[in-house]
């Protein structure tokens, strides 16, 4: 029987409840080290070999133990119950769903803004970019649909982490800049349903982009 109040095992939680929830544009709180740098080289050498541009589902990857405990620590009810305090508010009938993305062509649609699906609660995005030396692709916190107009700004690198009130002014993304950029984002979805639905889109999505020539179609294509 699994225990609801285990600690986690890699993500800070002291950290992370100490981080200061801002209100504007929306809620947000950024954390600097949410897993401490100290399990960075053991964490990515077991984290999920991503081949191509754009998001996978979590199910669809294969990954180690040690970034396979990083997951348990945000699937867990204690993750859970802290980001419920930190935005005062209820995720008990709430499921998560896991993306990941690993890499960005530098192709202009990627990192377009969008406030997030109305069918999302909270989102967190967790960094695993080994480095990120680049002014452009940092992942913004915006104050409108423009990407230029952002009220903050972060390096993807290990162990940095954002989370968000989804509302319709959540606007967020990035300016677009090729390199290894690995991601995850855990939200807190409506239903089941949209978990399911979101797993069976990005599997699609995956087999789209094993094909090199439906690839290079989705590329270019507009957003």
């Not at 100290?38 to 040690?66: C, H, M, N, T, W």
């Not at 903050?152 to 968000?164: N, Q, V």
């Not at 959540?170 to 807190?188: A, E, I, V």
């Amino acid at each position: 029987m699994p225990n609801n109040d285990a600690p986690l095992t890699l993500l800070d939680e002291a950290a992370i409840r100490a981080a200061d929830l801002r209100h504007s544009p929306y809620d947000f709180a950024f954390v600097e080290h949410a897993i401490a740098p100290q399990f960075k080289e053991e964490v990515l050498r077991d984290a999920p070999p991503i081949p191509d541009r754009g998001s996978y589902a979590l199910p669809s990857l294969r990954y180690g133990p040690r970034f396979g405990a990083a997951i348990q620590d945000l699937l867990s009810p204690r993750f859970r119950r802290v980001v419920e305090d930190k935005f005062d508010t209820d995720l008990s009938a709430c499921p998560p769903a896991i993306v990941m993305m690993g890499n960005t062509t530098g192709h202009y649609n990627e990192g377009h803004a969008h406030p997030d699906s109305k069918h999302k609660i909270i989102t967190v995005l967790l960094g695993f970019s080994r480095e990120w030396p680049y002014e452009r692709g940092r992942l913004r916190v915006l104050r409108s649909s423009d990407r230029e107009d952002f009220e903050f700004e972060f390096a993807p690198e290990f162990g940095r982490m954002l989370m968000f009130r989804v509302c319709d002014h959540s606007w967020h993304g990035f300016l677009p800049q090729k390199g290894q950029r690995m991601s995850l984002q855990l939200c807190f979805v409506d239903s089941e349903w949209y978990v399911r639905k979101e797993y069976f889109r990005h599997r699609i999505s995956a087999f789209v982009k094993s094909v090199p020539l439906l690839r290079k179609a989705i590329e270019w294509a507009p957003r």
